[in-house]
């Protein structure tokens, strides 16, 4: 998948159009996000996973420390961060949570418990079935 996709599947997971975190491999929680505009010559997309501290500093740019030990100052407000740094985990949780979902429903189809539950999954997948028709 493209660049170009990955933005827009945020933007349909979450609405976020302006400086959309992205997946890259959400089986190793690969998760990245940019520090200004990606049609800009000067972005960096940093990793979600490895940033483990950040602070601002007194010329409004933004200290951060990765889990590497590597330190670098980037120039960008600690509250624009933050904010790309939630968003990322936001979409992290959503991408998550989808996949839990969709494990529990392999896991009933191979696993059932009784009847009831066999015919409870089956019919939760027409019902998913007739929303594309």
Known sequence: ????GRK???KD???VTHKPPIVID???SIYFFPTTSSTRPHCAWLSHSFVKEYVGTNEDNTCITFTNGKV????MSVGSFENQLFRTAQ????ISSRIEQEQRKINMLLFPKGEKEVSSFYEQM????NRFQ
């Open 26 to 28: 959400p089986a190793n």
């Open 72 to 75: 670098i100052t980037l120039p």
């Open 126 to 129: 027409i019902r998913e079935m």
């Open 8 to 10: 827009e599947g945020t």
């Open 91 to 94: 979409l992290r949780t959503i």
């Open 1 to 4: 998948m493209s660049l170009e």
């Open 13 to 15: 997971l979450m609405g």
